[in-house]
């Protein structure tokens, strides 16, 4: 069963404005974590934003933030202040014992 | 920040051909290593974890004589994908970890195998 869901194949943005990257995920292990990743065309995987299942705020990491929400099993990203460089894919990934990727959202920036 | 090396970033071969792709963590000791296949426009799809000096546990679905994974030492994972064939044309990445440190996984810069 898909453990980890993401939404939106596509999304588009105005530069400059703020995004929201929806996923959700499905466990019973008390004890998880919650990435982000972004993926260029040249296919590195570039670490984004990380959340603790029992860290109690919501991460930043600059122009990005995690809006956690447990109770509904959400981890949705938030870019703000798009910019033209922002457009990738977009990976949203659980650990358990292993790492398991979402299917992916592809995040287009208009100029 | 920690590094992971993956080589060859591109090879092409003969159906029937093996092919061995090399993950180094190169300033920290992985306690685990996860190997990723990726087809275009898809997302990772794990194929296996693999612990040092354990054998590797493969994802339902992956071949394990197929995809030959060795975790020799704490900075050193290999997959060897024996008699390849066009079907196995995809982008291999692996990924390692130091977990029971940090959180952080860190990716190696991925392997295009292309089968002729």
């Known amino acids: 069963a898909q453990k980890i869901t993401q939404t939106q194949p596509g999304m588009f943005v105005q530069e400059k404005e703020a995004v929201t990257l929806d996923c959700t995920y499905d466990t019973s292990d008390p004890s998880y974590g919650l990435f982000w990743y972004k993926q260029p065309s040249s296919g590195e995987m570039i670490f984004l934003i990380y959340q603790g299942s029992y860290d109690q705020q919501n991460a930043t990491e600059g122009r990005y933030s995690l809006n956690f929400q447990k109770a509904r099993k959400s981890a949705n990203l938030v870019i703000s202040a798009s910019q033209l460089g922002d457009s990738a894919m977009y990976f949203c990934?659980?650990?358990?014992?292993?790492?398991?990727f979402g299917a992916g959202t592809r995040l287009t920036v208009k100029p | 920040g920690a590094v992971v090396s993956q080589h060859p970033s591109r090879v092409i071969c003969k159906s029937g051909t093996s092919v061995k792709i090399e993950c180094r963590s190169l300033d920290f000791q992985a306690t685990t290593m996860f190997w990723y296949r990726q087809f275009p426009k898809q997302s990772l799809m794990l194929m296996a974890t693999s612990n040092e000096g354990s054998k590797a546990t493969y994802e339902q679905g992956v071949e394990k004589d197929k995809f030959l994974i060795n975790h020799a030492s704490l900075t050193l994972s290999t997959l060897t994908v024996t008699s390849a064939h066009p079907e196995d044309s995809s982008f291999y990445i692996c990924s390692a970890t130091r977990w029971g440190k940090d959180e952080k996984l860190f990716f190696g810069s991925g392997t295009q195998l292309s089968v002729l």
């Open positions: 990934a659980m650990r358990e014992n292993d790492m398991r």
